[in-house]
Structures are given as structure tokens and as C-alpha cells.
């Protein structure tokens, strides 16, 4: 196993970590799990690309570990009240719809070369840093449930965020129906 995929397995490991923590009210030691997590994502994508290490299993991993960690923070916060459950329904919807257009993908042609898109990348990103502003922001005060982000910065980020992951999933669609097509 090389260093990018033992990154990756690291990122996956630190999911559970980082739902006891969040779930036993730990907010704060749950945003450094976090963070070290997505530094995790970064770094290996830098070092596979930089030093020419991708793997067959990196391209499978890689994205696993993404969706486990983004869906398991949502659903998490979401549970606690520190995320919009609208939110985290359309950050679900968007992952299982992908993963299931994955495995028809993955039957009907027997591989998954899947094309990343920037606005997939951008999106990530977003839900990533939304998550992570929310869980400090929780944690800043006082870390109680339906504790959001002050009015003036939780809407528009939460909104920018939420069109950001139906506009990506909807390319992502397309794509696939594309791909059946051709």
C-alpha cells in the first residue's frame, strides 16, 4: 500500500472518531478530527498526482472515504441540530444518487472511470468548509443543539452550498445518462 492510500484509510478511520466525538457533544475535538481528515484528502490527491502513485484502489478509496466522512458529518450535525436537515437531505440525495449511477456505470460497462468535474470539486469543497464553519461556530457557542451559524452567515452560506450540491448532482446525471447513450 502506498503513502496516498494509507492516507486514505487514515481519513476513513477517522470517521468513526470523529461521530463518537461529535455525538458525545465534543464539537470542538470533533472540527480537529475533521480537519485533519479533509488535510488528509488534500494530501494524498497531491502526493498520488505528484509523485504519479494513483492506484486503482486510490480511485476507489479516495471518493469513498470522501462521501463516508460528508455523509456521516451531516447526518451527524444534522441529529444535533447544528446543520439544516433541507441541507443534508440534498447532500444525501446527491451521494446516493451518484453511488447508484456508479454501480449501473460500474454493471453495464465494467469499470468506473468516472470524469471529476470542477463544479464536483467546488461543491466538495463547500460542504466540507460549511460543515466545519458550523461545527465551530456550535462549539464557539456553547455547542447545544439548534445552535447555527448567526442568521447573516448561516443562510447564504448554507444556500450557496445547497445549490452548489443540486447543481453538481444534476451534472453528474447528465453525465451518466450521456455515458449510457454513447
Known amino acids: ?12 478511520l477517522l470517521v468513526p472518531l470523529f461521530l463518537y466525538k461529535a455525538v458525545t457533544g465534543e464539537i470542538g475535538f470533533a472540527a480537529v478530527v475533521y480537519v ?6 488534500g494530501l494524498d490527491g497531491f502526493i ?28 451527524a450535525l444534522a441529529i444535533l441540530g447544528i446543520v439544516p436537515l433541507w441541507l443534508t437531505f440534498a447532500v444525501l440525495t446527491r451521494d446516493i444518487i451518484i ?7 460500474y454493471f453495464m460497462e465494467g469499470n468506473l472511470n468516472i470524469r471529476v468535474r470542477a463544479i464536483g470539486k467546488i ?9 466545519l464553519l458550523a ?19 448561516e443562510g ?8 452548489l450540491t443540486v447543481i453538481s448532482g ?3 446525471i447528465i453525465d451518466g445518462f450521456r455515458g449510457l447513450e454513447g
Open 1 to 12: 500500500m502506498n503513502l496516498p492510500n494509507a492516507l486514505t484509510v487514515i481519513r476513513i
Open 36 to 41: 485533519t481528515a479533509a488535510v488528509t484528502d
Open 48 to 75: 498520488a498526482r505528484f509523485w504519479h502513485l494513483q492506484t486503482r484502489l486510490g480511485a476507489f478509496l479516495d471518493p469513498l472515504a470522501d462521501k463516508l466522512l460528508i455523509a456521516t458529518s451531516y447526518i
Open 99 to 105: 453511488a447508484l449511477g456508479s454501480v449501473v456505470k
Open 123 to 131: 461543491t466538495t469543497f463547500f460542504q466540507f468548509a460549511y460543515a
Open 135 to 153: 461545527m465551530i461556530a456550535a462549539h464557539a457557542f456553547g455547542g447545544g443543539t439548534k445552535i447555527l451559524f448567526p442568521a447573516t452567515l
Open 156 to 163: 447564504p452560506l448554507a444556500y450557496v452550498t445547497g445549490v
Open 170 to 172: 444534476a451534472v453528474y
